[in-house]
């Protein structure tokens, strides 16, 4: 990993203040597009999961031209995961997972799952961390009213990024209510669990 990178990463985190936006983050973004996104993503894993969404969120530009294989190749660099026991609720350790299931709304757990490169004890430890933070996969209202294209990205940009996505048939809209989610995780679990041991 590249240390200039860091060093920018490590500054943007320290100087940041809980003053979350684009105004904020979009100062940097020249420098952010000279690496590499899923890196970038890698070393803030250790972040807190809001202000790695809210780095995101605030910058489209790094994100909002990726592939279905560019997400996969994403998956693959923040690999291997953390134990989702052995972390607190609040690290970003699966923030890919965590960004497109809650704010671009599609299958990220099931799109995990399908890829082969993942070993069985990668698709355990995701499908316990989903059921642990299952109920934040959700987006609020006041959330929602963050998505306006100042303060983070519009919603527009999300649901166009949405459709893409669905488009190439590769991945599923995530259209479950909590309790359906959380339903569909603990079947998963234990079918993997069932199949797998």
Known sequence: MQ???VNLLNKIYDNEDYCYGIDYFGQ???ELKKYDFAEILAYQAKFPVSYVLSFML???SLWIKMSYLDWVRVMSVLNPRPKPFSREICDAGYIDIHFLCKYIKVNAIEMFLQQNQFSNEDKKKL???SKK???LLFVDEIEIENL???YFVD???TDSVKFAFLSTGKISELKYSRYELSKYIGRQLKEFLIIKN
């Open 127 to 129: 499908l316990q961390c």
């Open 3 to 5: 240390q200039d990178m």
């Open 155 to 157: 919603k527009d940009v």
């Open 28 to 30: 940097f973004l020249n």
């Open 133 to 135: 933070v299952s109920d």
């Open 148 to 150: 306006d294209g100042n």
């Open 58 to 60: 605030s910058s489209p």
